[in-house]
């Protein structure tokens, strides 16, 4: 996850709108916290985090975090995931019909 190109970014943006929808469609948390969402991502495995990703920013962030988390900021951008409060991230219908499709 260290190399940023376009497609990396892509990739990252399609796992947070991915377990969103898992989420929400099978395990019925609606609004999960983030720290949840990146949890959820890391159990299942939907990502490989190199060890170098563990490391932390300096803003004391798990890099693998820190990135999905501005990945988390195209999403809403796009309309595709929206925030209700503060560290709740939702995914929206349009976000739904993007993973379906």
Do not use: C
Not at 28 to 54: N, T, Y
């Amino acid at each position: 996850m260290n190399v940023k190109s376009p497609r990396t970014t892509k990739q990252k943006r399609r796992i947070v709108l991915l377990a969103l929808y898992v989420l929400s469609k099978y395990h019925g948390v609606h609004r999960p916290h983030k720290q949840r969402v990146l949890a959820f991502i890391q159990s299942q495995r939907l990502i490989h985090i190199p060890p170098e990703d563990e490391d932390y920013r300096s803003a004391g962030e798990e890099v693998w975090k820190h990135d999905l988390s501005w990945a988390r900021n195209a999403l809403r951008e796009d309309g595709l995931l929206r925030m209700p409060e503060i560290g709740t991230w939702q995914i929206t219908e349009a976000g739904e019909r993007d993973v379906e499709a």
